[in-house]
């Protein structure tokens, strides 16, 4: 591989799965330069870099990203993507739609320093805000700007606090997350998410894309499934397939593991639940 491609300095194989807590693989270097994987990965002309040691990523995702883009991002909107990564969805998104701003964040201190190097690199610092925290803690701080956890995170502009659109990218366990969403919005800034301040009825609620796998291979089955998974994690049993705006196979990954995303409006029953702030 080398010999026949002069561009390549390193080749490696992947050893095992992704168990790490920040998603990268365990890596053997075969051949080339060994831990030297830091690199620069183009797509569509938007320019990321990344090293494959020390964070995820997944070049087959390219066109899913680019069915996000095209299907629901519009000009001016604002994205949040809570799993962010280096920020191929976050960084992609801003250089590609007019005016959209967005808030991203990652658990991973090493997914965040290439965010922030990809974000610059790519010129769109002014519409690219990183975090660095755990992702229920995150949507709960975008949301509630009085639920600050760290005096050193800067607080959102406002203009950047009503997302439309909320992204989940950690397939093992993004649905489970959607537990963060219960009563999110009982605290939320009338000023920022009524269209009218005065009536909470009037409540402007994002759509949630989130990803993940099953094993059911029927399209009907797996809706179900995701369905059921969904209204378990928001304590909303009602929830059901009609409630999916849509459900979109995203790739499969082996004969028994398929990668969809599930999009819908988050319901308003969820996000002014106040149950869970009965014991404050």
């Known amino acids: ?26 890596l053997e270097c075969i051949a ?14 938007v320019r990321f870099k990344v090293d494959v040691s020390k964070v995820y990523w997944c070049s087959k995702l390219s066109t899913e990203r680019n069915r996000l883009i095209a299907k629901y991002l519009k000009d001016n909107q604002v ?6 990564g280096i920020g191929p969805l976050a960084v992609k998104s801003a250089v590609k739609v007019k005016g959209l701003k967005v808030v991203c964040n990652d658990l991973n201190p090493e997914g965040i ?26 949507v709960k701080f975008h949301v509630d700007q009085s639920n600050v956890l760290d005096k050193e995170d800067p607080e959102i502009p406002k203009e950047f606090l009503k997302f439309d ?17 219960k009563g999110l919005f009982v605290k939320a800034n009338p000023e920022v ?7 909470s009825k009037t409540l402007m609620l994002p759509m949630i894309h989130v ?4 094993t059911e291979s029927d399209h009907d089955s797996a809706i179900k499934y995701f369905a059921h998974r969904i209204g378990k994690a928001m304590d909303f049993p009602e929830f059901s397939p009609k409630d999916i705006e849509c459900f979109h196979n995203i790739r499969d990954v082996s004969g028994t593991s398929h990668m969809y995303c599930v999009s ?3 319901p308003w029953s969820v996000a002014m639940h106040d149950d869970i702030y009965d014991n404050e």
Not at 165 to 181: Q, R, S
């Open 1 to 26: 591989m080398l010999d026949k491609n002069p561009k390549l300095r390193t080749v490696v194989c992947k050893v095992g799965q992704i168990e790490s807590e920040f998603r990268y693989y365990n």
């Open 193 to 199: 998410w009524w269209k009218d301040p005065k009536d």
């Open 32 to 45: 080339g330069e060994k831990d030297k994987y830091e690199t620069i990965q183009i797509e569509d002309k």
């Open 79 to 84: 994205l949040c993507d809570i799993m962010c």
């Open 264 to 266: 819908f409006r988050l």
């Open 165 to 181: 659109h909320c992204y989940m990218n950690l397939p093992m366990i993004a649905v489970e997350f959607l537990d963060a969403f």
């Open 113 to 138: 320093k290439f965010a922030k190097e990809n974000i610059k690199m790519n010129k769109i610092e002014k519409r690219v805000m990183p975090f660095n925290m755990d992702g229920r803690d995150f």
């Open 211 to 214: 990803n993940g796998f099953t």
